[in-house]
């Protein structure tokens, strides 16, 4: 599900960070910030779900496949 001109597939470390370091950051009950990012992307995705299977908002939604349209 994209969200803007991104979506939560990119949420990886980028090159050079140091993993041990962000495990300090981690939440309290030891939640990974990779477990976060998949419970936030598997919320998004249920409500673009719910939202484009509803007659009403999902009239509001068109694609193409020409950049310029």
């Known amino acids: 599900m994209a969200i803007g001109p991104r979506d939560t597939s990119t949420l990886a470390l980028p090159t050079g960070w140091d993993g041990a370091l962000l495990e ?4 309290e009950d030891g939640t990974s910030f990779a477990t976060v ?29 020409q950049p310029d349209g």
């Open 24 to 27: 300090k950051y981690a939440l």
């Open 37 to 65: 990012a998949a419970m936030l992307n598997a919320a998004v995705q249920a409500k673009a779900n719910a939202l484009y299977g509803d007659p009403l908002w999902s009239s509001l939604v068109s694609y193409t496949d």
